[in-house]
């Protein structure tokens, strides 16, 4: 059964610090890129940030650049998202999604790559 787990949301203070976890299961890992998506109340879904399978690039929306990290541990067949200096607009549920040919060069934040695999969610409040 594959599963993609995410973990570590919470409530934080503006400009304090999260690291999201996405535990992979039930597929080779090491052939899908993994992607942090969010979707905040009455938003549409976005794009945050992605790593590629093929060489560990990473890729970022431009709302999160700088502040934003993410990376991978192949070994725990797990991803993480560092997420320093939040602000209140990042408040969302943050998913992680698996696919195989979506992160690159030409990675869109908005597009829908039509995912293979999500998780269900953890929820990021950012308070002001």
């Known amino acids: 059964e594959v599963q993609l787990v995410e973990s570590g949301g919470g409530l934080v203070q503006a400009g304090g610090s999260l690291r999201l976890s996405c535990a992979a299961s039930?597929?080779?890992?090491?052939?899908?890129?993994i992607g942090w998506f969010r979707q905040a109340p009455g938003k549409e879904r976005e794009g945050v940030s992605c790593?590629?399978?093929?060489?560990?690039?990473?890729y970022y929306a431009d709302s999160v650049k700088g502040r934003f990290t993410i990376s991978s541990d192949n070994a725990k067949n797990t991803v993480y998202l560092q997420m320093n200096s939040l602000k209140p607009e990042d408040t969302a549920v943050y998913y992680c999604?698996?696919?195989?040919?979506?992160?690159?060069?030409?990675?869109?934040?908005?597009?829908?790559?039509?995912?293979?695999?999500w998780g269900k969610g953890t929820l990021v409040t950012v308070s002001s």
């Open positions: 790593i590629s399978s093929s060489d560990g690039s990473t």
């Open positions: 999604a698996a696919d195989r040919f979506f992160c690159g060069s030409s990675w869109y934040p908005d597009k829908d790559y039509g995912m293979d695999y």
């Open positions: 039930g597929f080779t890992f090491d052939d899908y890129a």
